[in-house]
């Protein structure tokens, strides 16, 4: 399972720089307690109405690397991250955010952990909606845990994702393919943007965050605009189809060997 990749190692967007250490002297070194202090540094834009958060402070929504994450909630107060922050002194972000911070700081405790891009099932009934959350590793297993409903009603244990409540973008793709799931009823809730060229492009993100590259949401390279603008073929689908079938066998080897390959590695410009 270790394989070429060690997910208990940072990547280039999760390593946390030794500065910033003394604001991690406490973290806790059980997974979901990481995870509960995650819950309580990152803000959605959208819940951010009436905290008076000027508006400059939304681009920090279009940091990748963790150690930015980690640079502005200290600027925005420097105590410990093990300190909940007030709502307006989180950091603004997407689930990507929850996701690839809690990502990060499992990876300093030495817990192999990764995030994964695909589809909740439990935001909106009969809907995949366009998520990312995070896995880590026990007991032999992949345990995935969504940060950003730690401590809400929405499932019954966010701690312990049930199967089908949340699918991996190659996931989502294999269930469309075999008749499963309808494409239409998958993709970025409030927007225009569902169909199958939102699985596909999922299912490439996921990849890359296998391989510890953990992109934003609206990140695209390689055909992923062409995909979008529907001007993608059979080809194109078959390639989607590998990544679906690779990615479920969690063969690390094979993962790395497929990235590596035209159009799926993200171009280092993207990465920063």
Known sequence: MTGTIDYAGAGPLTRIDTIH?????????EAVEICRVVHDLVIQPTDTKGLGVPDERFAENQLRPVDGLIGALLALDPSPLTVARDPDRRVIGTCRHFAVLS????????????TRCGFATYFQPGQGVDHWITEYRHDGRWVRIDSEILGGSLVAKPENLAAGEFLTGGEAWTAFRDGHIDAAHFGVYGT??????????NAIKDLAALNKVEMLPWDEWGRMEASYKGKTGPDYDELIDAIAAICATDDPDAVADLYASEDLAVPTALLQ
Request: proline share 10%; with cysteine.
């Open 21 to 29: 250490e003394p604001a991690l002297a406490n973290l806790p070194s």
């Open 103 to 114: 990502c990060a700081l499992l990876r300093y405790r030495g817990i192999a952990a990764r």
């Open 192 to 201: 225009e943007n569902w169909g199958p060229a939102e699985i596909r492009g």
